[in-house]
């Protein structure tokens, strides 16, 4: 776990972070690394791990989220079904940055078949030298829900950055039974968090990170196609083939609940590795991360304008610039 005069963890669910609100301080989102760490993987692994660095050295983070999928236990495009190596390898490769990085799970760190399930894999995802990840509470769905409050020199909160994990598949944890959402219990934990900020500071901002998006991603971009001005667009676009969103077979209410309770104002996501589009929807800035994978998708090495990170910037009187980082670029 991450250590440092100007952090602490306040509870099994809350960090608190300091930062320096008198400059800009900037966050990077990188997502779907799919690292292999196997005998069919080393080298496109390599690519992974040097596109990884580029991009960290070209930005400067403050901050680094991984928005999951970070590791790939799949025998078929791997060669190894051991997540509990992968990870700690992908830990140690993350630590030589000497940089804060917190996490979240995809729907494939832990395969059905692999070694670890997320209890196991959270305890060493939190075992890094800059890591910052909380297991959260046990009476919740999901593994990996917790706060990074990130605070001025007086200790008050300037921008809360919730974490959830999207989980993995349906009925049976199985590929084929379409993609899970945030559950009911972790929608109203975090909206109580919220409120519980909104005390403090009525007119407080916060940040949400998680892998599988949201449905109504996709019926704002739907929307947007149709001509609606409502929804804002941003940056990006939907690259997958047939325009395709990986969103959860259930119908979630983390968004419209996000809407009513009003404090998030900005989600990122990953899952959809061709998708890089964001944009504003009720009062939402709904964003892709640009993907870094090379070993999940057939032929995606060859594909290059995808790959990225994405910068977010708080800038000293509080706004947000969410800027795409190619990785052509870096």
């Known amino acids: 776990m991450y250590k440092s005069d100007n952090f602490k963890q306040l509870d099994n669910e809350t960090f608190a972070l300091k930062i320096n609100t008198d400059r800009d301080y900037k966050i990077l989102q990188l997502t779907d690394l799919h690292l292999g760490f196997g005998m069919f993987s080393r080298k496109k692994d390599g690519l992974a791990l040097r596109a990884v660095s580029r991009i960290i050295k070209r930005t400067k983070p403050d901050l680094i989220v991984l928005t999951g999928d970070s590791i790939f236990p799949f025998f078929p495009k791997a060669g190894t079904m051991n997540n509990k190596r992968q990870g700690e390898l992908f830990i140690s490769f993350m630590d030589r940055f000497a940089i804060p990085y917190a996490l979240v799970f995809g729907n494939h760190d832990c395969e059905i078949l692999a070694k670890y399930r997320k209890d196991k894999l959270s305890d060493i995802y939190s075992s890094g030298e800059y890591s910052i990840f909380a297991k959260g509470r046990k009476d919740i769905y999901g593994m990996g829900n917790y706060f990074i409050n990130l605070t001025d020199s007086k200790g008050r909160v300037v921008l809360p950055l919730a974490f959830l994990d999207s989980n993995m598949y349906g009925e049976g944890s199985w590929f084929y039974s379409g993609f899970d959402c945030i559950h009911k219990d972790q929608v109203d934990w975090c909206m109580d968090k919220l409120d519980e900020l909104k005390i403090e500071n009525e007119d407080i901002k916060a940040m949400a990170f998680f892998h599988i998006p949201v449905n109504e991603f996709k019926e704002a971009y739907e929307k947007m196609k149709m001509g609606d001005k409502s929804v804002i667009y941003k940056h990006g676009n939907i690259g997958e083939a047939n325009e395709h969103f990986g969103i959860p077979r259930f119908d979630g209410t983390f968004f419209n609940k996000a809407v ?71």
């Open 260 to 330: 009513e309770n009003g404090v998030i104002k900005w989600m990122f996501c990953g899952h959809d590795h061709l998708n890089t589009l964001s944009l504003v929807y009720k009062g939402i800035q709904l964003t892709y991360g640009m993907s870094i994978d090379y070993l999940g998708y057939k032929g995606i090495v060859k594909r290059h304008t995808q790959r990225g990170g994405t910068l977010i910037t708080r800038h000293t009187d509080g706004s947000v610039d969410i800027n795409m980082v190619p990785l052509e670029h870096a």
